[in-house]
């Protein structure tokens, strides 16, 4: 499977965007999707986390509450809602596919490329 993420942009603090994996090959519905991210200066870090089904879900302390993460196996598409957007959440955000449904990056053996996602104050 390959991914490619797009959706990312400049939002004012408050704002809200839909963020976009899409991806191919037809094995896609039997992985585990994630959605990570990288600030300035930071490490990459786990952001929300679906099932191979969708039935699962699971969020960092972070972004819980406010993002939301969803999938279409039909379109092979995983989508992260953002809302309520605060200045701390800029950052490259990537999404990637596991076998195993998992928070660790290093079990994600497939990634898209990153989409920048900039909050202003």
């Known amino acids: 499977v390959q991914l490619q993420a797009s959706g990312g942009g400049l939002v004012q603090a408050g704002g809200s965007l839909r963020l976009s994996c899409a991806a191919s090959g037809r094995t896609f519905s039997s992985y585990n999707m994630g959605w990570f991210r990288q600030a300035p200066g930071k490490e990459r870090e786990f952001a929300a986390l679906i099932s191979w089904s969708g039935s699962s879900t699971s969020y960092a302390d972070s972004v819980k509450g406010r993002f939301t993460i969803s999938r279409d196996n039909a379109k092979n598409i995983v989508y992260l809602q953002m809302n309520s957007l605060k200045p701390e959440d800029t950052a490259v955000y990537y999404c990637?596919?596991?076998?195993?449904?998992?928070?660790?990056?290093?079990?994600?053996?497939?990634w898209g490329q990153g989409t920048q996602v900039t909050v202003s104050s």
């Open positions: 990637a596919a596991a076998a195993t449904y998992t928070v660790h990056e290093y079990q994600y053996n497939v």
